[in-house]
């Protein structure tokens, strides 16, 4: 069964200190009146987690997995029917640590980096051969065209995931002026410094369909959102398929 935990970050006088609600299934959160769950919870709009982490977790054995994926808010906003959309395409085993305000490597209190995902599931005994990530958008304003700041942001988080684990990369697409071209020709030239990265395509798709997004030009509607979950789904799938193509390749023991 799907289990939902949601973490909400103490306010900022009080970051070290965290408030977790406990394990929850997503059957137990909507059927005590969606709307009102989660928002009493979150303090937020029922399709928003706010600023607080969520994990979706399914521990099902189905055909594409198992798998990891991490993302931040543009993965968050419509989380409560993404174990559905996994199921329908066959993933599981699965983790999906979404947090909003999230870097790709850069720690902070309220908004622990990809690094710190990988490790928190490490320490709770999962570590798959497949890794999907959905970041970058909160390090645009490190981007420079010579992708130098890029490269310490992603090399950091590709070294703790490893070379013989398949990483599937989102780029990005956002309907305001942004980084983004510069961030997505650096996944592109990564790839020849990581044989097991592939890049997962979603700004050609995001591109053709500009009414998905919110006003600030990076966030979803709920028509957006969906989308986003279908691709996150085929994504995972794709990265798995990877994994395994790749796997006699891989250094053993690394």
């Known amino acids: 069964m799907c289990r939902v935990r949601l973490v909400a970050r103490a306010a900022r006088a009080n970051t070290d200190r965290g408030h977790t609600f406990g394990v929850i299934s997503r059957r137990h959160l909507l059927t005590a009146t969606a709307a009102g769950a989660a928002s009493t919870l979150l303090g937020s709009s029922p399709v928003s987690a706010g600023s607080a982490n969520v994990l979706v977790e399914d521990a099902t054995r189905r055909r594409f997995g198992p798998v990891l994926f991490i993302g931040d808010s543009t993965s968050s906003r419509h989380w409560s029917r993404l174990d559905n959309v996994l199921a329908e395409h066959e993933v599981g085993p699965y983790r999906c640590d979404l ?25 709770r005994g ?3 051969q497949a890794v999907v990530v959905a970041l970058g958008a909160n390090d645009l304003g490190y981007a420079t065209e010579s992708h130098e700041n890029f490269t310490d942001l992603t090399d950091t988080l590709f070294r703790e995931i490893g070379p013989n684990r398949a990483i599937g990369f989102f780029n990005i697409y956002a309907t305001v002026p942004t980084k983004a071209r510069y961030f997505n020709a650096w996944l592109e030239e990564a790839r020849t410094s990581w044989p097991n990265l592939i890049v997962l395509d979603w700004a050609s798709l995001a591109r053709r369909h500009r009414r998905w997004h919110q006003d600030d030009g ?6 957006g959102a969906e989308a986003r979950n279908s691709f996150v789904a085929r994504a995972m799938v794709n990265t798995v398929l990877f994994a395994s193509a790749r796997l006699q390749r891989w250094p053993a023991g690394q």
């Open 99 to 123: 947090q909003p305000g999230r870097s790709i490597s850069r720690e902070f209190k309220r908004f622990p980096s990809a690094v710190r995902a990988v490790q928190d599931a490490r320490s």
């Open 126 to 128: 999962f570590d798959p």
């Open 218 to 223: 990076f966030h979803y509607n709920y028509e």
